[in-house]
């Protein structure tokens, strides 16, 4: 059976041509697929022949809503999306004045182990499809009702440890029959795996890069980054200044700020001398505390955006959204799979 969904309209159109089917159907089945069916039945311009044989040579993987949280305090809504084989992922979508954005998830878990993330403590299950990354946005654009502007791969797993899925979503978001989401209004979070990076570069997409370093040392990077361990900091930073030369994109660089960890005045300071020099922002992230994890979310956020700013580093506290809900990335999928290990148990 073919996936339908994750097939560019040029592969759609090649593989209608061994079917005996007219280059022009390629066309319709876009169309239909971007308006969120779930069966070919819908697709009702198509006559009932023909969606019968889709029905038996394709597959459709649409996700169902297992849970859905709405927060009172922002209109912030988590959604933990049911795939067709069982697994559970999350995407959030967060409401801005510029327009909405949506944070999808690429893997079914993750395998990088960052201390502060619930998405990893499980591990990796397996890689999303292109159709289930794409499915993210476009069913959570349907439930909610709010038109998606923007994109953040920023959920659950690691998006350049599912390189070509993630390159064939964003040439499938970007088609201009499809959503039509330009390069520059998505935004692709890394926790920095650097032959990804270079191998991105080439590329030259103009989406947004965001590199998690979470700390300027490698002592502390890598006790919370495990991935940190076979590269380092400076390696990390040699690259993303490749990239900006490659792409001439600015690399945002994500610090989640944990208390007594990487919040210390000598790591503000140790962290604008590494960035000096480099065309870069520093979004400081207030810590999501996850209930497996001792660290704390630090109280110093405000100080050590002080210091940077001092430095001539550009830094800006991320608008905590979601603050009612399970908005941190993996914490409700992990609640999901606690309950279902619970219900197991008692049978």
Known sequence: MVDIKSMTQPELTAWLKELGEPAFRAKQIFKWLYRGVT????MTDLSKAFRQKLEETALLTPPTVAKKQVSQQDGTIK???ELADGNCVESVLMRYQHGNTVCISCQAGCRMGCAFCASTIAGKVRDLTPAEMLDQVLFTQIDSGAPVSNIVLMGIGEPLDNFDTV???LTLVNHPEGLN???????????GLVEQI?????YGLQLTLSVSLHAPDDETRSRIMPVNKGVGVEKLLE?????FDKTGRRISYEYAMIDGVNDADWQADLLAKRLKGAPAHVNLIPL???EESPLKPSRRVAAFQKRLEGHGVTATVRRKLGGD???SCGQLRRKAMDETHRHEKRG
């Open 198 to 202: 270079d191998k991105l570069a080439r």
């Open 181 to 191: 989401i330009g390069m520059r209004h998505i935004s692709l979070s890394t926790c």
């Open 239 to 243: 690259t993303c200044r490749r990239y």
């Open 325 to 327: 809900i399970d908005a």
């Open 79 to 81: 959604y933990l999306w």
């Open 288 to 290: 999501n505390e996850v």
């Open 39 to 42: 069966s070919f039945e819908e």
């Open 167 to 169: 390159l064939r979503f």
